[in-house]
């Protein structure tokens, strides 16, 4: 049978309506499509797409029973890797990862392997009412600090194995950048909220408003009776740039701006969480995250949303699929441009700030692209003398974030680096520190949802060996 050349498209809200609601976008494949996708699938006796998948979903065999509509049978094999597939099939950026080993890709479009493992978690969620087995308890008990991608997945690996885990997480909700970084209309939250409670269905229990390292330390965690403890804390410390005018309000680290419209749920009437309602809104950044906040700035009213980053739209970091809905929304694209300045008014009888005024404007310069940098993306070289400004009530950076340094700050013999990521043995995520383990952006700084799922992984087994050998 001849394959179909191109995926099957993902059904999506008309551009201009969900540009002004927070509904989600993609719809997801009905039944009749997943399983017409799923045909398109050779079934690789070498299965590249697997060793793309850092979490190593068996995906050939996930997608054989969609291809005989068996859905409990690849929801079963799909979740004897990954803890959060609802949430992998979402965000996970396949066309660099799975998808890129794809066999069919190398002459057609490849496979729409997170598509369809969206649709196989969507069916089941919908679907199955009764309970999971659960194995025997083994009498160990497990910390996990951080209820973000990489706790999360950890204490769900450690818990099918039977481990007592605990998941303690510094904010109201479980979930991490899950609940407050990604917005709505690409991953509702309730989606969120199902597959926590999956886990916790396997015994896993989560305890939020505890910030470890003020609410209770490392130390006190190991002197409550817990043997091992993994730290997936993620790095919620916004950068800035360091130019004139960054303290003007209407300025915003993407980090605040989404966690309010997230999380707090700022975007409605009556939300007790303010946010500013900008008219003309630039967002600092070319990653996933300035695509969210450029999109959620949108949907909050916004007439003129403009993304500002220093290289071309060919080295733009976010997901393809991400760059096309921002730009069929509407959001446009200042390319080879770099913010030098934050321009002001101050209005002096404003006793409110009397320091700070309100932004009107960013002054920005022209860049070139230069010679490549270490990671092989062409330098941006400023052009002298080519500065203008642009006139903005609101900016938004979105430049990257770094690990809260309370941890390692409050835990003696924890080794950090540089840029205040826990150092780890790679091949176990095992810290200087004796039975502490840690993984995801604490450890590499602001990454995707699925590195930092593998690094949960790749601790739950190390800590099941290390609790195994006692």
Request: proline letters at 6%; one cysteine or more; charged letters at 25%.
């Amino acid at each position: 049978m001849a394959i179909q050349p191109k995926k099957h498209e993902m059904p999506v809200q008309p551009a201009l309506e969900r540009a002004r609601n927070f509904e989600e976008v993609a719809l997801g494949y009905p039944e009749e499509i997943a399983v017409a996708e799923a045909r398109r699938c050779l079934n690789c006796k070498n299965k590249p797409c697997v060793e793309g998948c850092p979490v190593n979903v068996a995906i050939p065999d996930f997608i054989s029973k969609v291809k005989v509509g068996d859905f409990e049978g690849a929801y079963g094999i799909i979740s004897e890797s990954s803890s959060l597939p609802a949430v992998c099939g979402r965000v996970c950026p396949q066309e660099t990862q799975c998808e890129s080993k794809c066999t069919v890709g190398i002459k057609f479009e490849p496979i729409g392997i997170g598509r369809l493992e969206r649709f196989v978690a969507d069916w089941r969620n919908t679907h199955f009412k009764g309970e999971p087995a659960l194995p025997e308890p083994n009498g160990h008990k497990v910390a996990v600090v951080g209820a973000g991608p990489s706790g999360l997945t950890c204490a769900g690996d450690l818990a099918k194995k039977g481990y007592k885990v605990t998941v303690f997480e510094a904010l109201h909700l479980a979930g991490g950048v899950l609940v407050y970084g990604i917005p709505e209309f690409r991953l509702p939250k309730n989606i969120v909220e199902k597959e926590v409670e999956t886990l916790k269905k396997y015994g896993v229990d989560v305890e939020t408003n505890v910030v470890i390292g003020k609410t209770l330390t490392v130390e006190e965690l190991f002197w409550d009776g817990y043997e091992a403890v993994f730290i997936g804390s993620g790095a919620g410390l916004p950068r800035f740039m360091g130019i004139k005018g960054e303290g003007l309000k209407g300025v915003y680290s993407a980090n605040e701006f989404l966690t309010r419209a997230n999380l707090m749920k700022a975007y409605k009437d009556d939300a007790h969480t303010p946010i500013l309602r900008a008219k003309s809104v630039a967002v600092v950044g070319g990653g996933n995250v300035a695509m969210d906040a450029a999109r959620t700035a949108l949907r909050l009213g916004a007439d003129s949303v403009r993304i500002i980053y220093r290289r071309s739209m060919e080295e733009l970091p976010a997901r393809k699929e991400e760059v096309e809905h921002a730009e069929e929304e509407g959001v446009i694209f200042d390319i080879l441009r770099n913010p030098v300045e934050i321009i002001g008014y101050h209005n002096p009888d404003d006793r409110r700030d009397p320091k700070n005024g309100t932004v009107t404007g960013v002054k920005v310069i022209k860049c070139e692209l230069g010679e490549p940098d270490e990671k092989g993306r062409r330098r941006p070289v400023e052009v002298a003398g080519s500065e203008y400004v642009i006139a903005v009530d609101c900016i938004i950076m979105a430049i990257g974030t770094s690990p809260n340094p309370l941890i390692k700050n409050t835990t003696d013999g924890l080794e950090v680096n540089r840029h205040g990521g826990i150092i780890v043995e790679e091949s176990t995520g095992k810290t200087s520190k004796e039975g502490v383990y840690a993984g995801g952006d604490a450890v590499t700084g602001a990454a995707t949802v699925i590195l930092a799922m593998g690094a949960g992984k790749t601790a739950a087994k190390a800590i099941d060996t290390y609790l195994s050998a006692k």
